[in-house]
């Protein structure tokens, strides 16, 4: 019923910038909190950074003053600015959201399907 699509990930050098961008298409009545993850070979899915639909940020410490998230909401796109590269970064990046249906308004929380960002000189 909703698909969120991931888009901006690639090989980027020690320092280096990259933009991540997720859209949501399907029967969306709301996006509520969305939010990026992220999955290191041989490690847990971590909380990278969130938002909520009344706009509020919350950010790991390890991100913290590098990242920036934000929300396009006629677009229903969410974003992950990511200053400052470091190869401690490298992982794949999930966008997730709660989203209420168009149908019901009951709210269901799905997942994108990942796009792989390597840092790497």
């Known amino acids: 019923q909703v698909q969120l699509v991931e888009s901006g990930g690639g090989l980027v050098q020690p320092g280096g910038s990259l933009r991540l961008s997720c859209a949501a298409s399907g029967n969306i009545f709301r996006l509520n909190a969305m939010a990026w993850y992220r999955q290191a070979p041989g490690k847990q899915r971590e909380l990278v950074a969130i938002?909520?639909?009344?706009?509020?940020?919350n950010y790991a410490d390890s991100v913290k003053g590098r990242f920036t998230i934000s929300r396009d909401s006629a677009k229903n796109t969410v974003y992950l600015q990511m200053n400052l590269l470091n190869v401690e970064d490298t992982a794949v990046y999930f966008c997730?959201?709660?989203?209420?249906?168009?149908?019901?308004?009951?709210?269901?929380?799905?997942w994108g399907q990942g796009t792989q960002v390597t840092v790497s000189s």
């Open positions: 938002i909520t639909g009344s706009g509020s940020t």
């Open positions: 997730n959201a709660d989203v209420q249906i168009g149908s019901t308004r009951i709210q269901y929380n799905y």
